[in-house]
């Protein structure tokens, strides 16, 4: 089956200090991955060298079967949506959402040297319809709710009709119901059959929904499990992580961390 990520033995050092080390990851066409970790355990280090803005020191990294060295890491780029807090801080809140959803199409956060067809509004009002927030086209960007700003940013990846979408901490900053709304959300789109492979990264393991059936979990650096949701989300993986007696309570094919 083709890989859509293929990480072997990956290093990267960034002035003489090790950020990440031995890094063995691969994720295949039709997956679903949630990629956990504390914070500094290497998640953002990891999505910068899948997005190709920075390559291995030591290793090979391969993405959507395409080998660093031997492709155009800007075409690459073309074929991978990425949702990050730092894209949210780049939107000028005074556009109105469907432009910003639009200039998805074009690489860009705004329409200024862009020109848009009938067309991209039209596919932008689906995925806005599909993704629920069809209610805020023509409003302000500034006035959506932080829930609503979060599905207007995947509805802009999805514009370029990525074959990789990364959803980096989507769930950031949202109070408990506007988070269940965008996981349920993140749940529908991934079971659609023209979904591209998500990659899902939290420091929650609550927020791993169902769909995502493989996990990685990173500690210091480097690969501390890899597996199935169940493989991977245990007392033991958990307790090891933290430091501290964890145990995992599942409920609605959820897993909850409890103390003790």
């Known amino acids: 089956m083709e890989k859509v990520i293929d990480m072997q033995g990956v290093t990267w050092k960034r002035n003489g200090k090790t950020i990440i080390h031995d890094i063995n990851w691969q ?12 914070n500094g355990a290497g998640k953002t280090t990891l999505l910068n060298m899948v997005n190709g803005y920075i390559w291995p020191s030591i290793g090979s990294v391969s ?10 890491i800007q075409k690459m780029r073309q074929s ?40 991209d509004f039209e596919q932008a009002r689906r995925l806005m319809e599909m993704l629920d927030v069809a ?30 979408l990364i959803l980096d901490e ?11 709304e965008l996981l349920q959300t993140i749940e529908d789109l991934a079971a659609r059959p023209d979904a591209p492979t998500i990659i899902f990264v939290s420091h929650h393991i609550d927020e791993v929904m169902p769909t995502f059936t493989n996990v ?33 309570d599942w409920k609605a094919e959820r897993a909850w961390l409890m103390l003790g």
């Not at 949506?81 to 200039?103: A, C, D, F, K």
């Not at 500690?219 to 992580?241: H, I, P, Y």
């Open 27 to 38: 994720v295949k066409k039709g997956e679903h991955w949630a990629v956990l970790g504390l």
């Open 170 to 180: 989507p769930t950031n900053g949202l109070d408990f119901v506007a988070k269940e």
């Open 63 to 72: 993405i959507l079967s395409q080998e660093f060295g031997k492709t155009d």
């Open 216 to 248: 990685l979990l990173l500690k210091d650096g480097t690969t501390f499990a890899t597996g199935t949701r169940a493989e991977v989300l245990t007392d033991t993986n958990m307790s090891a992580l933290y430091g501290r007696n964890i145990t995992i």
């Open 80 to 119: 991978i949506g990425w949702v990050s807090s730092s894209l949210g801080e780049r939107i000028n809140g005074r556009h109105v959402t469907e432009e910003i959803v639009v200039s998805g199409r074009f690489a860009a956060v705004s329409l200024i040297f862009a020109e848009p067809e009938a067309a």
């Open 135 to 164: 209610h805020t086209y023509g409003k302000h960007y500034e006035k959506c709710s932080q829930g609503e700003k979060q599905k207007i940013l995947i509805a802009r990846a999805l514009m370029a009709n990525p074959d990789l």
